[in-house]
């Protein structure tokens, strides 16, 4: 088994001067490089953020900077407002694939966390706004230390364009995270294949075609690192979808349900009820607190102990992901959970208030 070791001391991935700049100078700049490539001047610590990809906020918020944020997509779950009750204050943008350049220029926008779309990009760039993109779906990596590493670079890439106390933050999150993620692969990483349950993940409507993401994704690399085999194809798109009959000849032993449906909707479906994971009762929700765990988020990494703890429970008998949660939470987000707030976000229930 191959062993991803955080190194000690990350590698630049940005290029220019970082000058310590000090809150609110905006004279100061310098050039990043963003996810895909691109040199983009930047203010040294910008202030009015612009979150207009969908795991961006979440990132901010992370790293303990929500009071620079000048907007958002309208993607937020419910448990963002009981973290952040300020987030009510902050815009929201309902149409992400065109933002509204003037409404960016009143914002008084210094940095917009934006997608891979060249033409937006070029309307932003060319009002004076500068464009950072935080990840690149187009690239798969094809090993698991790759996947990982790749997932360190994107938050030491959010902790690089806050400036200030950002990339020692980053550094504090991937030292966390990677302790907590090499000790499940160092079980997982020696289950021979005939021992890894057939995972299915469902994202979509419970009738029709199943929505699921395809081979080397986000959910992919998860289901793999916690001692499963993901069901699914080896497509150039990030989401496909797949037959219901194609499902079914799969005879996945676990499913796990994200967006779209419950939980309820696949154990109550009669196309389904010869599926082993619906007879077992193995139909499991995909956990969300701020952001979804099998989409890139700073808590995806909680999915891999929900799963390994749900695939191989003789082989992680303490894992207590309640534990694990609450301590996350604390740590980064600084809100204590209660117990049945954990129990709540692991179910993909919304807060009480709700």
């Known amino acids: 088994m191959t062993v991803f070791i955080l190194p000690v001391l990350a590698a630049v991935i940005f290029l220019g001067t970082f000058p310590k700049a000090l809150a609110g100078d905006k004279t100061s700049t310098r050039i990043v490089t963003d996810m895909i490539g691109r040199k983009v001047e930047i203010p040294a610590y910008p202030k009015k953020i612009a979150c207009l990809d969908g795991p961006a906020y979440e990132k901010i918020f992370a790293f303990g ?29 309902s149409n992400f694939t065109s933002p509204d350049v003037e409404q960016l220029l009143n914002l008084g926008t210094d940095l917009v966390i934006f997608k891979p779309f060249d033409k937006p990009i070029q309307s932003m760039t060319a009002a004076g706004i500068p464009v950072v993109v935080a990840y690149n779906g187009s690239e798969r990596r094809k090993s698991m230390a790759d996947f990982i590493q790749d997932c360190y670079a994107q938050i030491r890439f959010y902790g690089s364009i806050l400036g200030g106390d950002g990339p020692e933050i ?90 779209g449906m419950t939980v309820e909707d696949i154990m109550n479906n009669s196309q389904f009820r010869g599926v082993r994971a619906v007879k077992d009762g193995k139909v499991l929700p995909s956990p969300q607190g701020v952001f979804y765990w099998t989409h ?19 082989l992680f008998p303490d894992l207590d992901v309640t ?28 807060p009480r208030s709700e």
């Open 65 to 93: 900077a929500s009071d620079r944020i000048a907007l958002i997509t309208n993607v937020t779950l419910p448990w963002d407002s009981v973290l952040n009750p300020d987030l009510k204050n902050i815009p929201s943008l």
């Open 170 to 259: 980053a550094e504090k999150y991937c030292a966390y995270v990677d302790g907590k993620i090499q000790k499940v692969l160092q079980v997982t990483g020696n289950i021979p294949g005939a021992e890894r349950p057939k995972v299915f993940y469902y994202s979509g409507m419970a009738n029709g075609p199943a929505g699921t993401q395809s081979k080397y994704t986000t959910a992919w690399w998860l289901v793999e690192a916690a001692g499963g085999t993901m069901m699914t194809y080896d497509d150039a798109a990030y989401f496909i979808s797949v037959s219901t009959e194609q499902m079914i000849l799969w005879d996945p032993e676990f499913i796990f349900v994200s967006t």
């Open 296 to 314: 890139f988020s700073t808590e995806s990494y909680l999915l891999v102990l929900y799963l390994a703890r749900q695939f191989h429970p003789e």
């Open 323 to 350: 534990v694990e949660l609450k301590d996350y939470y604390e740590k980064f987000y600084h809100y204590r959970l209660t117990d049945d707030e954990a129990r709540r976000i692991l179910n993909q229930l919304p």
